[in-house]
């Protein structure tokens, strides 16, 4: 602790550390992947009471923003009667079972569950990489989530 004599020295919060990772609202920018290039970082303002400090930052960023219409790779990570479960990175995606093509049958005796061709010639189960249509999405406060279809030429499963 200072002595009566000698107040303290006002100082600056300590430099934001240089792997700065940023936030921004995935409704407006879409979901953070990378930040390229720090442009400017303005003076921290200290939150009263939380022990925060936070800095306005200009930067160049790489962004994954999904738009109806793209065509994008997905990981199956759950499988039901009501359809498939994605993830697309950060990202959710639900497929209906309206969405899968009609030649597809859910299969709940099979373990794990999955749907597959009577002929058995096309199986997608959890964990498998599938390519999909984003038909929708769903914006959140913090998340972005989107409803797909493998109901194109050359969407389902990623061999």
């Known amino acids: 602790p200072p002595s009566p004599q000698h107040p303290p020295t006002p100082r600056h919060p300590p430099t934001p550390p240089p792997n700065l990772t940023a936030r921004a609202s995935p409704p407006r ?90 002929d058995e010639d096309i199986v997608i189960q959890q964990d498998d990489e599938i390519r999909l249509k984003i038909v929708g999405t769903r914006v959140d406060k913090n998340d972005i989530f989107a409803i797909g279809s493998l109901m194109d030429d050359y969407l389902g499963l990623v061999s």
């Open 29 to 118: 920018y879409g979901f953070v992947i990378a930040v390229t290039t720090i442009d400017n970082i303005g003076a921290g303002v200290i939150q009263p009471g939380r022990g925060f400090v936070l800095y306005p930052v200009k930067y160049k960023a790489i962004v994954f923003r999904p738009f109806k219409g793209e065509v994008v790779d997905a990981v199956v990570t759950q499988v039901n009667k009501v359809g498939l479960f994605t993830e697309i990175g950060p990202m959710s995606c639900f497929i209906s079972r309206h969405s899968i093509p009609s030649e597809m049958e859910f299969d709940p005796n099979s373990n794990p569950p999955c749907y597959k061709t009577v």
